[in-house]
T-cell receptor, first 114, second 112 residues
Framework: SQQGEEDPQALSIQEGENATMNCSYK?????LQWYRQNSGRGLVHLILIRSNEREKHSGRLRVTLDTSKKSSSLLITASRAADTASYFC??????????????FGKGTRLSVIA | NAGVMQNPRHLVRRRGQEARLRCSPMKGHSHVYWYRQLPEEGLKFMVYLQKENIIDESGMPKERFSAEFPKEGPSILRIQQVVRGDSAAYFC??????????FGSGTRLTVV
């Protein structure tokens, strides 16, 4: 069953502003990942946060994870028009082997207006 | 080291025809996952394979869809007697086992 759910479904901001997207999931996890997808293209892995981590940074990206609330947020600071894309969270279902398929949310469509 | 290669990038089929989608995993990756993405939706898991074995096909429709990952060659997702509802983007991901997935660029299937 679909596990991750992002909100908002769509977000439109001005260039330079920060964009925050949220993700909720239902079961235990080993890690949570965020992906980006440009229109009509494949997925690009952005960042992975493990279940024992609370916050992680990568460039202009900041991800938080709250396992007690089963939620995560992705913050993109100082957004650029090139950040326009769909963003998905994906969870691994908590298997020990790590081989279980990822479960994706429906995504947040971010539009950054120049 | 080429990434995950999917072909064709675009595939058009008439209703009733067969569609064959290919996925060559990254070198050294023996785990392959197929996902389907409908317009404006997230990716939905279809099937997980290791070499010559189907590990989990819980997301695959029971009829018309099949997948294989032979000892030699790419993984194949086969859709028989396609219908308009099969139109979607199909993505393949590979991993060496454990964590770390790499996605291909997808095959966009259009059924006319």
């Amino acid at each position: 069953s679909q596990q991750g759910e992002e909100d908002p479904q769509a977000l439109s901001i001005q260039e330079g502003e920060n964009a925050t997207m949220n993700c909720s999931y239902k079961t235990s996890i080993n890690n949570l990942q965020w992906y980006r997808q440009n229109s009509g293209r494949g997925l690009v892995h952005l960042i992975l946060i493990r279940s024992n981590e609370r916050e992680k940074h990568s460039g202009r990206l900041r991800v938080t994870l709250d396992t007690s609330k089963k939620s995560s947020s992705l913050l993109i600071t100082a957004s650029r028009a090139a950040d326009t894309a769909s963003y998905f969270c994906a969870t691994d279902g908590g298997s020990i082997s790590g081989n279980t398929p990822l479960v994706f949310g429906k995504g947040t469509r971010l539009s950054v207006i120049a | 080291n080429a990434g995950v290669m999917q072909n064709p990038r675009h595939l058009v089929r008439r209703r009733g025809q067969e569609a064959r989608l290919r996925c060559s995993p990254m070198k050294g990756h023996s785990h392959v996952y197929w996902y389907r993405q409908l317009p404006e939706e997230g990716l939905k898991f279809m099937v997980y394979l290791q070499k010559e074995n189907i590990i989990d096909e819980s997301g695959m429709p029971k009829e018309r869809f099949s997948a294989e990952f032979p000892k030699e060659g790419p993984s194949i997702l086969r859709i028989q007697q396609v219908v308009r509802g099969d139109s979607a983007a199909y993505f393949c991901a590979s991993s060496p086992g454990g964590h770390g997935y790499t996605f291909g660029s997808g095959t966009r299937l259009t059924v006319v």
